[in-house]
């Protein structure tokens, strides 16, 4: 395994993204989920990536249980500022107030059953919050001993830039794919300049990128259902351009594998956070991190999958009330 810096901050060069871990892709078993896990551990993977509204706070629970006497070995990676609103009001809200920071550190510390977070992320810029105010409650954080490092979650470069300038931030995460490359024009330069390392979540484009899909038909539970970019009007023609790219790269490497190894190569501070349930899918994801492109095939992979391509949104779309 290669590692890599988030700043000051070494972690494997391919993490792991454990939302699957609890819905959001249909049921999955916890003790799968544990094992898949504990194998990362044992395959060198260090980064672990939850979040405190996965499975309202299950999640957190489960990579507890999976790194219960292995803390040393690896980077745990949370984060808080959603929560759910009332009843009656939007499924989950932002929340940026330093109180409520606190207030969810301490509950994902519980759960995790640890003592210190090593990455916590500001889940979501708050627009009632300056952000400046929220990194602030974090570094409040820092000083208790409470989580060692700071990120930052879907942020504009000038929202880094003035978070940043608050306290050092050592991650940015956003999504970040070869069918989704937002962050390319204005935030991966900004991220670099600072020297803050940039977490590319949804890496695999929500499964699209490991070209196993083969039908729009998901099961109950499953986000995509009512993702943009997965319904029948889009499936086809995306499932198509994925499809081309595949067969242009005939060999024995999983095309996941090369979608990853191309992020890899996007710069050294870019560490892709694939999820998976199974530990099949997680060994090839891992492998990306030993795999080195040529500037040839990373240029055609580039032209094979461009963004402007993909049909829909890459936001999800508003639950139907």
């Not at 009001?89 to 969810?104: H, K, M, Q, S, W």
């Not at 810029?125 to 409470?146: Q, T």
């Amino acid at each position: 395994m290669d590692y890599r810096k988030l700043g000051e901050l070494e972690v494997s060069a391919v993490g792991l993204g454990c939302l699957g871990m609890s819905g959001g892709y249909g049921a999955a078993s916890a003790d799968d989920c544990v094992a898949t896990i504990r194998k990362g551990l044992e395959l060198g993977l260090t980064l672990l990536d939850t979040a405190d509204f996965y499975g309202a706070g299950a999640n957190e629970e489960l990579v507890g249980r999976a790194v219960s006497g292995r803390r040393a070995d690896v980077v745990l990676a949370t984060r808080g500022g959603l929560r759910s609103a009332e009843p009656g009001g939007p499924p989950v809200i932002t929340d940026g107030r330093p109180a409520y920071l606190r207030e969810a550190c301490d509950a994902s510390l519980r759960r995790l059953g640890v003592d210190h977070i090593d990455l916590y992320y500001l889940g979501r810029p708050d627009p009632d919050v300056p952000i400046e105010e929220s990194v602030g409650g974090l570094a409040s954080l820092v000083a208790d001993g409470k989580i060692g490092h700071i990120g930052l979650s879907e942020v504009s470069a000038d929202q880094l830039r003035r978070g940043h300038a608050e306290h050092p931030i050592t991650a940015l995460e956003s999504e970040y794919s070869l069918w989704e490359r937002h962050v390319e024009a204005e935030i991966l330069p900004a991220a670099a300049s600072l020297g803050v390392g940039l977490v590319a979540h949804t890496p695999l484009g929500k499964g699209m990128l490991s070209g196993e899909l083969r039908a729009v038909e998901f099961a109950p539970g499953d986000f995509r259902r009512n993702h943009p970019r997965f319904d029948t009007a889009n499936f086809a023609h995306n499932h198509a351009l994925i499809e081309t790219a595949r067969a242009a790269f005939p060999s024995d490497v999983p095309f996941a594998t090369l979608a990853l190894a191309w992020l890899l190569s996007r710069g050294p501070g870019v560490v892709p956070i694939p999820g998976t349930r199974r530990i099949a899918h997680l060994t090839s994801n891992l492998a990306a991190a030993d795999l080195a492109l040529d500037a040839a095939t990373v240029d055609r992979l580039s032209a094979l999958v461009p963004p402007s391509a993909v049909r829909g949104s890459r936001a999800r779309a508003p639950r139907p009330t």
